[in-house]
């Protein structure tokens, strides 16, 4: 019903930025109900971990390891998701997932797609 694809990763030095993006497309009337957008990320012998998120009506929500040098936004359709990334740390090293949900069940299902997933390295 939809798809998630991220784009904008990519090698790049310590203390450097990077803007991923997610392009969401699919059925209108599903996308519409997918009020929250994040971005998860996950290391090799690491779990995924939650990024950034942000829901409409324009709260955000930031792992403390991020905040002041991400930033989460969104265009004005809802269909596309972006990731500022600032200052990059050897750490921040890891597969970049976008993921879009609906927050609460809609008619008993609860809507939750992800992406493929874009490699970001940081070098020293």
């Known amino acids: 019903q939809v798809q998630l694809v991220e784009s904008g990763g990519g090698l790049v030095q310590a203390g450097g930025s990077l803007r991923l993006s997610c392009t969401i497309s699919?059925?209108?009337?599903?996308?519409?109900?997918?009020?929250?957008l994040g971005w998860y990320r996950q290391a090799p012998g690491n779990q995924r971990e939650l990024v950034a998120t942000?829901?409409?009506?324009?709260?955000?929500n930031y792992a403390d390891s991020v905040k002041g040098r991400f930033t989460i936004s969104r265009d004005n359709t809802k269909n596309t998701a972006y990731l500022q990334m600032n200052s990059l740390k050897l750490e921040d090293t890891a597969v970049y997932y976008c993921n879009a949900r609906s927050q609460i069940r809609i008619g008993g299902t609860l809507y939750d797609f992800w992406g493929q997933g874009t490699q970001v390295t940081v070098s020293s």
């Open positions: 942000t829901i409409t009506g324009g709260r955000t």
């Open positions: 699919g059925s209108p009337s599903t996308i519409n109900i997918l009020d929250v």
